[in-house]
């Protein structure tokens, strides 16, 4: 108890609403989980949470017969859970079941000594379902269950068969304050328990029930339990039928008149942005289920523009409007930007201590405006100058009749101002663009529009400029953008065409990218060759010794009688022969690599001959 309280010193000043709730479409959405699994053939656990959702949900399940046949089906069934699906099943759709001996017998040994807290919650609650009644001895062996075993689950789960016990119930209704401070909070928004969102819900529903059942109140601070919708209501995204149950369960807990807190959604029910055309904001009051909370005094404390904090109307009382309470927030002549509002939903009479959330709701809304283009020129001039030239008036929306003729050396000039049409004032947008596009192909190129410091806007774009990004002569089309997030009018203003005519060498003005000259390499022009009786007198200078060998073999004589005619010898001359003829053919036409790679073959082959003859030899000799 202790740690509540300081939570609820610190809360003090805070004020925390649930930040949704469950709207028409997540409803439908959730219907859809549950009719999806209204099958005689999906498993009995699905059937069961998807029965109970359409209940909860106010839908009737569809083809009710055939569910109840398959329910029936494991009307003796040995499984306890299963048999508190199949009873739970039936009494949601009216066939309530008569369980067999086997079922008897299994029910009635899961609420014994040494069961666990979930045999006896799933016996319980077959048992009630069933249309039967619980044993006093449950007290008993629910007890030492929960020494076993008092996980948050378990207690969750006794929460549940303790509201079903007559009697006192106040020891275990003593151990709810233990399970709500193990509760884990986020972002000082969102509470829940380790588990998710099955052991929330199963905790948050049974100590409920079980508080009803006691006829006392939870140990529970309003703002915890908005903290605990705000957790719920993160997960309505489920889906899976068993999800979907406990979050309408614990929806449920906390909505209608046996809810010890109520806590109320205060949400936007117009659109997050307002303008003179639509210039009202409407804001809901409901239950977490999206039903109305009835008739509500719905006051905004204050109203804050964000840029600069400044309050342009405090306690503004709304006015009920069907099913939402509305403001005509242009009526107060806002600036355009954004807005908190700070809202409270009390009941106009006796004050409501079960409803929590309802103050100090800060709401966010857009209030847009509408810009106009004033002083809108275009100018043509001289790359050197800053007056004189063409001058062109423009008015928006319309775009310039005639073409404007641009040269090499000129430069284009756009000026314009915006106007806010509400406040009448010179205003900036957080996106003007300047868009050139050629007519012929679509290439576009966006340049931004400065302001300068009397909130003119002023573009230039000057042609004889080295870095200009414009390359080729041609038509092309100048379109001004301009948006803002709180501009209801965005412009696309195609303000005029261009005839932009550029100098041949217009590769020059590229700068730094321009092309360069191709790069041709000039090789040296060989020297002139000598006259051809210059060269074959020379090549017979150089034979000239072969020739002079010859003639001394002729005169000497040559002796040829130790030449052997074995494989060996010829083969080395044969190699030889070749080895001579394969440079001749190198210094004609073969390049190094092939010659290298002939060498290698005949080289080995005269090696080896010439080896073998050089042995023979010099064995003779001996």
Request: charged share 20%; net charge neutral; aromatic share 6%.
């Amino acid at each position: 108890m202790k740690l509540i309280v300081l939570m609820t010193v610190v809360m003090v000043g805070q004020a925390l609403s649930p930040s949704s709730h469950l709207a028409p479409a997540d409803l439908a959405r959730l219907k859809a989980v549950f009719v999806q699994s209204c099958t005689p053939e999906t498993d009995i656990s699905n059937l069961f949470y998807s029965v109970l959702g359409m209940k909860l949900l106010g839908e009737t399940a569809p083809n009710k017969d055939k569910l109840c046949a398959a329910a029936a089906k494991l009307s003796d069934d040995s499984s306890v859970e299963n048999l508190y699906a199949a009873s739970g099943t039936a009494a949601a759709l009216g066939c309530p079941l008569k369980f067999g001996a086997k079922a008897t017998e299994a029910l009635k040994t899961s609420v014994g000594d040494g069961s666990s807290t979930a045999s006896i919650f799933f016996a319980t609650k077959a048992l009630v379902s069933g249309g039967g009644k619980v044993d006093r001895a449950v007290a008993k062996a629910l007890t030492s269950a929960l020494k076993k075993d008092d996980s948050l689950l378990s207690l969750g789960l006794a929460f549940h068969v303790a509201s079903l016990l007559d009697g006192d119930v106040s020891s275990v209704f003593d151990r709810i304050e233990d399970a709500l401070v193990q509760a884990d909070e986020v972002d000082g928004k969102l509470l829940q328990f380790e588990g998710g969102l099955s052991v929330t819900s199963v905790l948050l529903t049974g100590a409920a029930s079980l508080a009803i059942k006691a006829k006392k109140p939870l140990p529970v601070t309003g703002e915890q339990a908005v903290k605990f919708a705000n957790y719920l209501l993160s997960r309505k995204s489920v889906q899976q039928p068993k999800g979907a149950l406990h979050l309408l369960e614990g929806v449920e807990s906390m909505t209608g008149k046996n809810a010890q807190f109520t806590p109320l959604a205060i949400s936007l029910a117009s659109p997050l942005a307002v303008s003179a055309a639509n210039p009202n904001v409407d804001i809901s009051v409901s239950d977490l289920k999206g039903a109305s909370a009835g008739d509500m005094k719905v006051t905004v404390a204050s109203i804050t523009r964000l840029s600069d904090d400044q309050a342009i109307a405090t306690n503004v009382d709304l006015k009920k409007a069907g099913s939402s309470y509305s403001l005509d927030l242009m009526a107060l002549k806002p600036t355009a930007g954004f807005y908190e509002l700070v809202v409270s939903a009390t009941n106009p009479g006796k004050t409501n201590a079960a409803i929590v959330g309802n103050t100090n709701v800060k709401l966010t809304v857009k209030v847009l405006t509408t810009i106009s283009i004033n002083n809108a020129e275009l100018q043509v001039l001289e790359s050197d100058s800053f007056s004189g030239g063409r001058s062109v008036k423009l008015a928006h929306p319309k775009k310039e009749g005639s073409v404007v003729p641009v040269q090499q050396k000129e430069k284009i000039h756009l000026s314009f101002n915006l106007q806010d049409t509400v406040t009448n004032t010179k205003t900036l947008v957080h996106q003007a663009f300047v868009k050139i596009a050629r007519v012929d192909t679509g290439a576009e190129i966006l340049y931004v529009a400065e302001a300068d410091k009397n909130k003119d806007y002023q573009f230039e774009l000057d042609l004889g400029s080295e870095n200009v990004d414009v390359q080729e002569s041609g038509k092309y089309t100048l379109t001004l953008i301009l948006g803002d997030a709180v501009m209801s009018n965005p412009v696309s203003w195609a303000v005029a065409d261009l005839d932009i005519q550029l100098a041949e060498d217009a590769e020059a003005n590229l700068g730094p990218y321009a092309p360069k000259p191709e790069i041709k390499h000039m090789f040296r022009e060989p020297e002139k060759r000598p006259p051809a009786m210059v060269s074959t007198v020379f090549t017979l200078l150089c034979l000239s010794p072969i020739l002079l060998l010859l003639v001394l073999w002729i005169k000497l004589g040559v002796n040829i009688s130790n030449f052997n005619l074995s494989p060996t010898t010829i083969g080395f001359h044969l190699g030889l022969g070749s080895i001579f003829v394969l440079y001749t053919y190198f210094w004609l036409e073969l390049n190094m690599f092939e010659t290298v790679r002939y060498l290698v073959v005949l080289g080995i082959v005269t090696f080896l001959c010439g080896n073998s003859l050089l042995a023979s030899i010099a064995k003779k000799n001996k």
